[in-house]
């Protein structure tokens, strides 16, 4: 069978499923099954809008933490660690070994007050500044 390489530029997400789902069953059949599970921790105002929060996604035994959003005007209050500590729980709910994450460098003192270790980075990322990626054990 002969195949051509073809730009999808947005992809859709049938595009999506057809890679994704020979790639599970490769790594099923390799590793066992993923536990792949995503969750979200909710920051809500007053009214019940959601203004922030942390959205995670365990796999293989770790949690990955895609995304910690604290409001610009809530910053220095300890949401983001409290944010933090929440999703080591719930990964230690669900059976994870550790959580990891990536971050710009400005952010990187943040998560080692955590107790997150740095493992690696990738320069110019954006342009002149560090991307930093950080494990913590449990």
Known sequence: MA???????????HDHAAIVRPLVAFNTAAFGPSGHRTLALLLRDESGATAGG??????????YVEMLVVPEAQRGRGLGARLMRRAETEARRLGCRGVWVDCFAPMRGFYETLG???????????????RVFLRKPL
């Open 3 to 13: 195949l051509e390489i073809v730009l999808s530029d947005p992809p859709s997400a």
């Open 54 to 63: 942390l959205w995670a996604r365990a796999n293989f035994g770790w949690l």
């Open 116 to 130: 997150y270790v740095a493992f690696g980075t990738i320069p110019d990322h954006p342009e002149g500044v560090e």
